[in-house]
């Protein structure tokens, strides 16, 4: 038995600026035939920017999917850029959405959004030695707003549902891991 599932067929179900929405016949590893659906979203890039006092920069928008406004971690992707270097995309979200540039930035690592359905692989950064810069937020942002915290009110906040981003969560526990090596 093979440990591959083998694409037989695929088909383009939606397509917009942001993503696309595909669905493969496949045929899984014991020999039975089925469908596979997947979301094709372009790379993002997640961004830890850290104040010299040891502060984290967060944003918080609306989040139209599910309904409220939550804190996050800056991050998103260039959909209308061909290719995009992944530290370019990094200082570059990191000054549209919050309005700082680092001095400093550190490629961590990457994770996958949810690769049981989403090929989206995520960029993580460690931003140091903020300074303002200048807000460039898009049209679609236009209801964010940004403030730091402790990392203590940071843990409080993922407690009490205030941050609920999986992406956020997720960069700070790997950058919390290597912290600790």
Do not use: C
């Amino acid at each position: 038995m093979t440990n591959t599932i083998i694409q037989l067929a695929t088909r383009l179900i939606y397509r917009n600026r942001w993503m696309s929405l595909r669905e493969d016949k496949v045929r899984f590893p014991g020999g039975h035939e089925g469908i596979y659906t997947v979301v094709d979203k372009p790379d993002f890039a997640v961004i830890i920017p850290v104040h010299d006092d040891g502060r984290l920069q967060l944003v918080q928008q609306y989040r139209y999917s599910v309904g409220g406004r939550y804190w996050e971690l800056p991050q998103g992707s260039w959909e209308d850029a061909a290719v995009v270097e992944a530290e370019a995309l990094a200082r570059g979200e990191l000054e549209e959405e919050t309005g700082y540039r680092a001095r400093t930035i550190e490629h961590l690592g990457a994770t996958f959004a949810a690769y049981g359905f989403v090929n989206q692989r995520g960029h993580i950064y460690l931003a140091q030695g903020l300074v303002p810069g200048e807000l460039k937020r898009e049209v679609t942002e236009e209801d964010m707003i940004t403030a730091s915290f402790t990392m203590d009110e940071v843990l409080a906040m993922i407690r009490s549902g205030e941050i609920m981003d999986s992406i956020t969560i997720g960069a700070l526990g790997y950058w919390k891991l290597l912290a600790d090596k």
